[in-house]
């Protein structure tokens, strides 16, 4: 097979390039549990992400229109909030709670693979969240972007087609030259049917230490890494 | 009047970044002059540019739905080409003159100013270009932009108050914390009609050497900066 150049290196955001998990813990039990929140963090976290498929299926089935990340976090924040009985927060409290997910931390590779990727590809957010999130936490944890690219651009939530075609289209770049790294197999799947070309990224630890899925590459991907700077490495960045 | 505190400082890009007009007739005489299109590149700049607001405002007015700029640009490229008699050009070539937008130059002072503009704000573009176009032109340029904001995000083209507005919703900011710099005054008039903060920065030599138009600031913004530097000296950035 022949492929063709790759002009755009395109990421997948929470669990590829931040720790989602580990992040939403740390401030829960630093900040949040000092304001009342005594909850088990690791759970909460774990409760929190797992609406996160669920509500965006309301939107990528048509059910309702398209709506920001920052919005459905919130609505699953509401029900997480009632499960753990957790009733005293205020409008302003759960606001800010909410914008936690501006605030998650890169992995430790990330800032520099992807500053060293920089040099030789457009390198683009093909994430689930929103720009305000996504700017707000390249800001805060220092990730290079040349374009926040994704969900709210497309106007279509991952695995999605159209997250993945609306996206290259932006960059007015045919799918085949644009690459989407990951860490998780079924999104690297959905690019494909697309025409996108695809690299593996393990993140064994995601999910936290009992982690049982994607811990390895499943199909036959263009790439597979280490990290992302064993990636810049195999994409041939000094 | 007490004014919102600054997040994001959002720019005009043509005009105001990048001299689209000596960075057309350059490239118009060094590479296309050779191709042969001998034509007078200045008022083939002009003519070219002349056709930018028409074909805009088909979409503000509603007469067509959203089309991003470069297919307007490519439009009125062919109008062009037939008013100055070039008729040999093939479809390759016009795809890649039209792109030439994508290769306008930044003026002297203009990624100086964003680098630090860069350490305390969003910094971000409010144009009317598309993504793939403003993308090429920054990575090409070493505009370090945070995020590509304006008509494509917003699918509407400036002046009208959308495009203001759902660029600073894109951010998650009330609109008056978002400045807009630009060096006309239009479209400073027309952004704080939705609450915008302005700055305006002259470019007296944007239309040519004998630009009549936009030398000054007509109205009380809230800034009137020299260039992109002493607008970061304004705004208090090292």
């Given at each position: 097979m022949t492929s063709e150049p790759i002009r755009a290196v395109t990421f997948d955001v929470f669990?590829?390039?931040?720790?989602?998990?580990?992040?939403?813990?740390?401030?829960?039990?630093?900040?949040w549990r000092a304001k009342g929140v005594d909850v088990d963090w690791p759970a909460f976290a774990d409760a929190w992400r797992g609406l996160y498929q669920p509500s965006m299926e309301r939107v990528r089935s048509g059910a309702t229109g398209f709506v920001p990340l920052d919005v459905l976090h919130r609505q699953n924040l509401e029900e997480v909030l009632a499960r753990f009985g957790v009733t005293h927060l205020s409008d302003d409290d759960k606001a800010q709670l909410n914008r936690v997910w501006h605030r998650l931390r890169p992995w430790p590779d990330a800032i520099s693979g992807l500053t060293r990727l920089k040099t030789r590809y457009i390198?683009?957010?093909?994430?689930?969240?929103?720009?305000?999130?996504?700017?707000?936490?390249?800001?805060?944890?220092?990730l290079p972007w040349d374009v926040i690219l994704g969900a709210e651009v497309a106007?279509?939530?991952?695995?999605?087609?159209?997250?993945?075609?609306?996206?290259?289209?932006?960059l007015d770049l045919p799918p085949g030259q644009c690459l989407?790294?990951?860490a998780h197999n079924s999104d690297l799947v959905a690019a494909a049917k697309v025409g996108f070309q695809r690299a593996f990224i393990a993140r064994p630890t995601e999910h936290g230490p009992a982690q049982s899925t994607d811990l390895e590459a499943e199909h036959d991907f263009e790439i597979v890494a280490e990290d992302f700077n064993d990636l810049a490495?195999?994409?041939?960045c000094g």
């Amino acid at each position: 097979m022949t492929s063709e150049p790759i002009r755009a290196v395109t990421f997948d955001v929470f669990g590829t390039v931040v720790d989602w998990r580990s992040s939403i813990i740390d401030e829960g039990e630093r900040v949040w549990r000092a304001k009342g929140v005594d909850v088990d963090w690791p759970a909460f976290a774990d409760a929190w992400r797992g609406l996160y498929q669920p509500s965006m299926e309301r939107v990528r089935s048509g059910a309702t229109g398209f709506v920001p990340l920052d919005v459905l976090h919130r609505q699953n924040l509401e029900e997480v909030l009632a499960r753990f009985g957790v009733t005293h927060l205020s409008d302003d409290d759960k606001a800010q709670l909410n914008r936690v997910w501006h605030r998650l931390r890169p992995w430790p590779d990330a800032i520099s693979g992807l500053t060293r990727l920089k040099t030789r590809y457009i390198i683009a957010t093909l994430s689930n969240g929103n720009i305000a999130l996504l700017v707000n936490m390249a800001k805060r944890g220092g990730l290079p972007w040349d374009v926040i690219l994704g969900a709210e651009v497309a106007r279509q939530y991952k695995p999605h087609p159209d997250a993945y075609r609306n996206s290259a289209a932006a960059l007015d770049l045919p799918p085949g030259q644009c690459l989407l790294a990951a860490a998780h197999n079924s999104d690297l799947v959905a690019a494909a049917k697309v025409g996108f070309q695809r690299a593996f990224i393990a993140r064994p630890t995601e999910h936290g230490p009992a982690q049982s899925t994607d811990l390895e590459a499943e199909h036959d991907f263009e790439i597979v890494a280490e990290d992302f700077n064993d990636l810049a490495d195999q994409l041939g960045c000094g």
